[in-house]
């Protein structure tokens, strides 16, 4: 695991650090590199998670959205339903957001 060099993991709240080695061992089956590009720190949206430490967002493993879409589902299976697992344009955003 990889924490890109300006990205924060303080304060990250303890949830969000029990699924990281989960997300990480998804991305050692494939070959990838699981790098984390955001945590708490960066500007998000009003009411992110980020700043309440329950949202990660994660780099893309593959190039192309065809390639990450099934990516991003395996991430779903993995978690429970209490994650919201959302591929954006340039990363993977992952929240602790239950209903």
Do not use: Q
Not at 47 to 68: C, E, F, Q, W
């Amino acid at each position: 695991m990889i924490v890109k060099k300006d990205a924060s993991l303080r304060g990250i709240d303890e949830i969000m650090v029990l699924i990281l080695p989960k997300i990480e061992k998804l991305y050692e089956a494939i070959g990838k590199e699981f790098v984390i590009t955001s945590g708490t720190d960066g500007t998000h949206s009003i009411g992110s998670l980020h700043y309440k430490g329950l949202a990660v967002d994660i780099r893309l493993p593959y190039l192309t959205p065809n390639a990450n879409k099934p990516f991003v589902e395996m991430i779903k299976l993995v978690l429970n339903i209490d994650f919201d697992v959302v591929l954006e344009k340039d990363h993977i955003h992952i929240e602790y957001d239950p209903k």
